[in-house]
């Protein structure tokens, strides 16, 4: 989600780099590719200041502006790996894993309630003290 609107070159592998990120968390793959993204950044600003100290030097000997869609290549991705790390270790991973087993194992709690059959009626709610009164109407009642 944090490249779908950049504009990331085809020599980018990006199952190799999904591949070495095994263990990294989102956010770490996230801070990833933001920093990848500002290199490509970082560079398509230094090309335009480069192209524009040129254009002031000799303004006849550029006939084109150059407009190129900036994209972040593979040599950004490469230096953003540079600086990458995960922020949740192999010991945290098998914790959240047996968390998220014991969460499976307990939602399976109170799947074979039913009401019985005669635990509707008069007599239940005779036994019942949260049962609607059949008397006049109660002030403290905020149903009625």
Not at 15 to 34: H, K
Not at 93 to 120: H, M, N, V
């Amino acid at each position: 989600a944090a490249m779908r609107k950049s504009p990331v070159s085809k020599d980018v592998d990006l199952r190799a780099l999904a591949r070495y990120t095994q263990g990294f968390s989102g956010a770490d793959i996230t801070e990833i590719c933001q920093r990848a993204c500002k290199y490509a950044i970082r560079e398509n600003i230094e090309k335009d200041i480069e192209r524009e100290r040129k254009r002031s030097e000799n303004p006849d000997s550029m006939d084109e502006d150059e407009d190129d869609v900036a994209e972040i290549k593979a040599a950004h991705f490469e230096e953003s790996m540079k600086y990458a790390r995960r922020s949740v270790s192999d010991a945290d991973i098998r914790k959240y894993q047996a968390f998220a087993q014991t969460l499976q194992q307990s939602r399976g709690f109170g799947s074979e309630f039913r009401f019985s059959e005669t635990s509707g009626g008069a007599a239940a709610a005779a036994s019942d003290p949260f049962a609607a009164s059949g008397g006049g109407a109660d002030d403290d009642d905020l149903y009625s």
